[in-house]
C-alpha cells in the first residue's frame, strides 16, 4: 500500500508541474521514479504465492513386525509347516523374530529368502518394504518325545491339525496352561513369545481323572557334580541329574546365589530352561515312553568368588536345590593341584574308593535341601 501512495505522489507532483494539459497520451509519456527496494516490493506483490510444504508424515511406531504365524501339525508327513506374514513399514533393513533357534527349519520359502540367527532368534532380513509371505517346515520329534518350539510374538497364531491318531491325544503345552486336542481340530496359540510343546499322548492316560497325588510325580535317582575352582574365583559346577517321572513334568533347581545358567540339555537335545527370580530354574520333561522311565539332565553353570589367596584361605560351595526328593548326590570339588583340602558342612566325605584329585563329596536321602560345604585349602608345602 506504501509503495501505491508513493507511486501516485509522486506521478500527481509531475503532472502538476506540466504546463501540458493531462489527456491518456501524456500519462503514457510519463516518467515515474522509485527507488529499487521499492520497485522490489511491487514486483514481489504480484507474484503468486508459494503454497506452504506439505507437513512431513511421522514415522512409523513400528518398523517391522510378524503380523500373524498360522502352523499346521501333520503327524503322518511327521511335520510341523508354519505360514508367516511378514511386514516390512519403512523399506529399510530389519531383522524380523520367526522362531527361536534351537529348533532348526527343514525347509523354507520362497527359497531366496534370507534367514539368519541373531539373539537365539531365527529372523528373516529383509529390506522390502510391504508384506511378504514365508513359510518354514520343522520335524516333529520322535514317537513318544513332545517336539518343542519357542514361537515369536506374533498378533494371530493358531494351530491347524489336519488328524490326531487313533488312540491318542495331541497335548499343547506353555507355561501353565495345557490344552488337549482329541481329533482334528483348530486351536489358539499364544501371541507372545512362548515355548510350546506339542505332544501326542495315550488317549486313555489323558482321560484319567486329576486327583491329588499321594506320591511324588518324579524322583531324582542320582546326581553327580564337578565344580572347579580356579586361582582368581571363577567357579564352573557341571551336573548330570537322573530324574525317574511317568508323566511330562518339569525339574525345578534352585541355583546357588549369584550363579548364572550356562547350558541346559534333556537326553542329549539341547532345552530352553525357563529362568525366574532368585535363580529358579523349570527344565520340561517330556512324556516318557514307558512308565518309570529316567530322564537324563545336563546342567552347567558359572559364578566368581574371590580370587584364592596363595597361602591359606577359605571358600563357600554350594549345589542346586530341588524339591523332588533325591536319593544320592555325589559332589567332586577341585582347586589347583598345589593345595591341600578339608572342608565342613551338611555332606560327607566319600572315602569308599580310589577317585580322581580333590574333594569328593556326598549327599543321601534328602528333599529340598541345599548341599553346601566351606572349603578350607592351605598350599601344599614340600618337605
Request: with cysteine; net charge negative; charged share 20%.
Amino acid at each position: 500500500m506504501k509503495a501505491h501512495l508513493v507511486l501516485l505522489l509522486s506521478t500527481t507532483s509531475l503532472l502538476a508541474q506540466s504546463p501540458q494539459p493531462i489527456t491518456s497520451s501524456t500519462l503514457d509519456e510519463s516518467e515515474v521514479r522509485i527507488t529499487y527496494g521499492e520497485l522490489k516490493r511491487l514486483v514481489a506483490a504480484t507474484l503468486p504465492k508459494e503454497p506452504p510444504p506439505p507437513a512431513s508424515k511421522p514415522p512409523p511406531p513400528v518398523t517391522a513386525a510378524l503380523l500373524s504365524a498360522l502352523y499346521q501339525l501333520d503327524p503322518q508327513a511327521s511335520k510341523i509347516t508354519a505360514e508367516m506374514q511378514v511386514e516390512n513399514f519403512d523399506g529399510e533393513w530389519h531383522a524380523v523374530p520367526l522362531a527361536g533357534a534351537a529348533t532348526g527349519v527343514l525347509t523354507v520359502e520362497p527359497k531366496d529368502a534370507r534367514l539368519v540367527v541373531t539373539d537365539d532368534h531365527l529372523c528373516l532380513i529383509t529390506d522390502k518394504a510391504g508384506a511378504q509371505s514365508v513359510k518354514l517346515t520343522f520335524a516333529l520329534a520322535k514317537a513318544g518325545q513332545g517336539t518343542k518350539l519357542h514361537l515369536a510374538a506374533s498378533p494371530i497364531a493358531s494351530l491347524a491339525v489336519k488328524e490326531v491318531p487313533e488312540g491318542r491325544v495331541l497335548r499343547l503345552q506353555h507355561g501353565d496352561i495345557t490344552q488337549t486336542l482329541t481329533s482334528a481340530g483348530l486351536a489358539a496359540l499364544p501371541a507372545t513369545e512362548a515355548d510350546v510343546t506339542f505332544s501326542f499322548e495315550d488317549a486313555r492316560k489323558a482321560a484319567q481323572p486329576a486327583i491329588a497325588s499321594l506320591t511324588d510325580d518324579a524322583i531324582v535317582s542320582t546326581a553327580v557334580y564337578t565344580t572347579q575352582v580356579v586361582r582368581d574365583g571363577s567357579v564352573l559346577t557341571e551336573g548330570a541329574i537322573t530324574v525317574s517321572h511317568d508323566q511330562p513334568t518339569k525339574l525345578v533347581l534352585q541355583l546357588p546365589e549369584s550363579s548364572k545358567l550356562l547350558q541346559c540339555h534333556v537326553n542329549g537335545d539341547p532345552v530352553r530352561a525357563a529362568v525366574g527370580e532368585v535363580n529358579r530354574v523349570e527344565i520340561p520333561l517330556d512324556n516318557p515312553t514307558t512308565d518309570g522311565a529316567e530322564s537324563e539332565v545336563k546342567v552347567s553353570f558359572s559364578s566368581v568368588l574371590e580370587p584364592l589367596q596363595p597361602a591359606e584361605g577359605e571358600l563357600a560351595l554350594a549345589l542346586p536345590q530341588t524339591p523332588f526328593f533325591v536319593k544320592q548326590i555325589d559332589w567332586n570339588v577341585q582347586l589347583p593341584a598345589a593345595y591341600d583340602l578339608s572342608f565342613s558342612g551338611n555332606v560327607d566325605s566319600i572315602t569308599e574308593k580310589a577317585t580322581p584329585p580333590g574333594l569328593h563329596l556326598r549327599k543321601s536321602l534328602c528333599r529340598d535341601q541345599q548341599p553346601q560345604a566351606r572349603i578350607t585349602y592351605r598350599k601344599r608345602t614340600t618337605n
